[in-house]
């Protein structure tokens, strides 16, 4: 039997390897891109909605704070504590400004937003804190409870003055029961944040 050799050119092998090495890399690098990340976005789902607003013209701070029936407190402090989620923290005057277009707009309303995703059976306690007075004044505040889920329903709305800073006052404590009922309202007082004088 003869001895019978292939010759090949090792130019030809070098590219080749180049090749599967570009290769392997590419696609290494298509599995480690991320995805662009969408600012502005907010997750639609909501059982409730829970809202707090105060004059336009005024530059006082107002919170809101909401504690579900596992004790568990949303605010400024902690803006997602199980379902609950605070959607908007107005600071008064000092975020009303927005950048559109490159162009500064002055976004005027006063609200905070508590979004509740999901319900837990039990009492839900609703509370606002005058957190800052810019003008030393009392300053009216109108909550709203809202069920947006399966269709919108006002739960409750009121209207309380906050008449000094580090004020505190429950607005409303309602119990959701298990097929999403809405009952036992009422504003027996409960202190929610650790500062309240």
Do not use: C
């Amino acid at each position: 039997m003869r001895n019978q050799r292939y010759l090949t050119d090792p130019f030809t092998d070098l590219l080749f390897n180049a090749l599967l090495g570009f290769t392997f890399l590419f696609l290494v690098a298509i599995m480690l891109v991320n995805p662009i990340s969408k600012t502005g976005v907010v997750d639609p789902k909501a059982e409730f909605i829970i809202s707090a607003t105060w004059p336009e013209d005024r530059p006082d701070d107002v919170d809101i704070w909401v504690e579900d029936p596992h004790g568990e407190i949303v605010s400024y402090l902690q803006r997602d504590a199980g379902w609950m989620h605070l959607d908007r923290d107005d600071r008064g005057e000092i975020n009303d400004t927005v950048e559109i277009d490159g162009r500064k707009v002055v976004y005027p309303i006063n609200q905070e937003i508590v979004t509740l995703r999901g319900t837990i059976t039990g009492e839900y306690v609703v509370n606002i804190y005058y957190y800052q007075s810019i003008t030393g004044q009392s300053v009216p505040v109108t909550v709203k409870v809202e069920r947006v889920n399966p269709e919108f329903k006002l739960v409750f709305v009121d209207q309380v003055v906050l008449e000094r800073q580090d004020m505190e006052k429950t607005v409303v404590r309602f119990t959701v029961t298990s097929d999403r009922d809405i009952k036992g309202v009422r504003d027996t007082p409960k202190i929610l944040t650790p500062y309240a004088l």
